[in-house]
């Protein structure tokens, strides 16, 4: 089996909007529980615990065992395939906007 490029990790584990959310809310603390996770979520443990381990793999969340618990927190450098891809398209969109931004000018000067 190959292995999936980075930015495609990153893309299916953050295409899921469960996932997403689990990880807006692991981004949005400084550490956070599994069970602080699935409290209030309306997701069961299980599930989160899956999330988690999507999200790990694809490089977006590290994890800390400390006794009987495990913390998560975000990976900021997990993004950096997805921002990479992004600013491809970046350069298309500023040359679009600059030329868009230049008949303008020619139509109302």
């Known amino acids: 089996m190959t292995q999936a490029a980075p930015i495609d990790a990153v893309m299916r584990s953050l295409a899921d909007p469960t996932r997403r959310a689990v990880f807006e809310r692991i981004v ?63 350069v298309f969109w500023r040359e679009r906007f600059a030329s868009l931004r230049t008949l303008l000018k020619e139509i109302d000067p």
């Open 28 to 90: 949005g603390s400084d550490e956070i529980t599994v069970a602080e996770l699935t409290r209030g979520s309306g997701v069961t443990q299980g599930a989160i615990s899956q999330h988690l381990k999507s999200l790990k793999l694809a490089g977006l969340v590290i994890e800390r065992p400390e006794g009987r618990n495990v913390y998560y927190r975000a990976q900021p450098e997990g993004l950096a395939p997805l921002v990479d891809w992004m600013s491809h398209y970046g």
